[in-house]
Every structure is written in C-alpha cells, then in structure tokens.
C-alpha cells in the first residue's frame, strides 16, 4: 500500500501517522506532505481548511465562529469598522472601540479625529453632525461635543446655514469695537442704535466685553441701584465706597499702592478674590469683600456681615467666640468686685482716724461761722 501526502491545511509530524491531523487554531499549512503547521502573523487570519492565511485591512477587526462539522476548527472572516469607531493595529478579534465625544471617524480608521470646523460629536461612537443654525464652531484640534458650537453674539447673523465655522457680521457696533475707557451702550431696542461711550467715573471698562447692561465697577466703587440714581442717570452710575477694599471691581490704578493682600499684592491692580484664590476676580463682580467681613450687596459694602463687628470708624472684625465672650464678662465681674472691696477696705481702715491739721481746721471753721452769725445779731 502507497502512502498519501497530506493536503495542504493538514499535517503529520510522525512517520506511519494513520491519518493526516488539521492545524490547530491560529496555524496554516499552504503545501502538501507537510510535518507541521505555521502559525500565523499578527493581523492576519487563517482561511477555511488552515490553508493559508491572508493579512487583514486596517481599521477592521476579525470574528470567528466554531466549525459544527469539524472539531476544534472555525472560520474566520473580518469586518470594516463603521465611522465613530476605530480597529486596532494590527487587527485583532476584539470589537472596534467608540470614539470618544467630540471625536470620531472614517470607516476603517484605526484612530479618532477631532469633528471639522462647524462640527461636533455629542456622544461617543457617533458621526460627526453640523452645528445648528444660528451657532458655529470655530475649530478642529480639540474634541467638539455639543456645547462646543457657540451660539453666535448679538451684532451676527442668527438665520445662517448649519455646519458653520464662524458667524456672519451685520456691521453691527460690538463691545470689542469700544476702546478701554469706553463700554458699549445696548440699551436702544435697535441694534443699529448701539454706539460706544465714554465710561462714567468709578466704571470698570477695561474688558472688550463692556457693556451697559453689564458693565461693573472699579475696586473701591459701588454700583449705584437704578431706582435710587439722581438725576444724571447715565453719569452716576457708581459712588465710591466709605471703605474701597470692601468694594470688589475692576482694576483701578488710582489707588494703587494703598491696599494689600496677606501675599503682598496690590488690591487695586492683581484681580483677586481673595487671599486664597488669586487671579479669580470678576472684573464685572458687584458684590462686597464677603471675606473682609462685609455684608454682600449691602449699600456701599459698608455693613457687617453675621458674626463680624464693627472695628474702628469703617472695617469689619470677626466676633469673639462664645467662650471668649463669657471669659470677657466673667472678668469685668471680678475686676468690679474687686474694685468695690478695695474702696469698702479702705474707707473702714480710715474711721476714727483724724490727724492735727484736720483739727484746726475744723476749729477755724467753727469760728469762723460763730464770728459770722454773732456780727449779723447786732
């Protein structure tokens, strides 16, 4: 009896095999009469059979389903990965990933992208989608999801097209159109009204974002209520403040030098909320040095807040605690005690006591009045 080569996909690594086996999984075999089976490459799968093995496409991932007909074999075929969705490299039989938010793909991509300008991605593993009208999205290095298409400002076109990279201007006058010792009055209810002005006394205009409506004070200056301004309605707009740390604002290099941080920075210039917190001041904030004591959005910040005192003529100091305070009475009590004790001892150590010149005295007078009283019988 003649012996048979093995086909190819099948192997027989001891003479006198009595059959031919199949390559085990992962390995192929291209050629006949074969004593062993080559493992496949990474990214590339085994055909039906173990006869060869083809190299996969990047950004697809491979899956394999179990051959019923044939123990420990299966058949393995591989996918494109849909866009929103990138493959490994090389490829592998795990699924394709999601692109996270504000990325995605192409199909067959093997890594995510940042949406196009006037794109976004809101959720992970999606397409890229165009802004909406009326908002735009001016890049496309960083992950864009929803938020990141800006509606578009007043002054610009709100009625464009969707997918939109920037916003059309209407010529409209723009706060950024203003110098920094002007805002933008937006108080006409016609757009083509707005024009820039000069800022009243105590105003912070040094942001390109000032505008009637919004427009804050200087350190040390207050915003004066609309209901309680005088006549000058547009002028006087703010009052300065009995106490100027008490009053948060924008920069105002008039009072340069005058008041400091604990860290040694100058109040009127650094924009600070407080001594913990540098470089977090609203140049547009309104309320009071809550930190300094003051009581917010009390007229001119001069008020105490809960707890704090009054401490000379215009600051606030904390209030002792409640046992500081009871110490404080129950000291008063012993130094008026003893006060009372020191004057009662010292009165009754005197009684009876009386020395020679208070004698003559006493006698002078005696004569005197008798001498008084005897010239006035006569």
Known sequence: ????????????????????????????QEHSNASSCEEKKDGDLVLDGGIASVKVPLGSYIHCTQLASVVAAESCTFSPCPAGKYGKNPPDEEPCKDCPAGKSSFNSSI?????????????????????????????STDASVSKACQECPAGYSKDGPKGESACEDLN????????????????????KMWICESC???????????????????????KIPERQRGQDYWKEVF??????????????????????????????????ADDLNPLNRNHSNTTCATELGFRAASRLCHACAAQYRRQ?????????????????????IFLIASMLVYVVHSTLGEG????????????????LQVRLLGSKSF
């Open 239 to 272: 009052a300065e403040c009995i106490y100027h740390p008490a009053c948060l604002g924008g920069p105002n290099p008039s009072l340069k030098g005058r008041y400091f941080y604990s860290n040694g920075a100058d109040r009127a210039t650094t924009t600070m």
């Open 1 to 28: 009896m003649a012996c048979i080569a093995c086909a190819p996909g099948r192997f027989a690594s001891v003479p006198a095999a009595f059959e031919c086996g199949l390559c085990p999984k992962g390995y192929y």
């Open 172 to 191: 409209f006058v723009h706060p950024e159109d203003c110098t920094s010792e002007q805002y933008l009055n937006d108080t006409d209810p016609n757009r």
């Open 200 to 222: 009243p006394d105590g105003g912070s205009c040094t942001q390109n974002t000032a505008k009637w409506t919004t427009r804050g004070p200087k350190f040390g200056f207050w």
């Open 111 to 139: 890594e995510c992208v940042a949406c196009s300008k006037g794109k976004f991605a809101q959720n992970r593993g999606t397409d890229c989608k165009n802004c909406p009208s009326g908002f735009f999205q001016p890049q």
């Open 352 to 367: 009876g006591e009386e020395d020679l010149s208070q004698s003559v005295q006493k006698i002078m007078l005696n004569y």
């Open 312 to 332: 000379g003529s215009s600051e606030c100091a904390r209030c002792p605690a409640t046992g500081q305070n009871w110490g404080l009475i129950l000291l008063g």
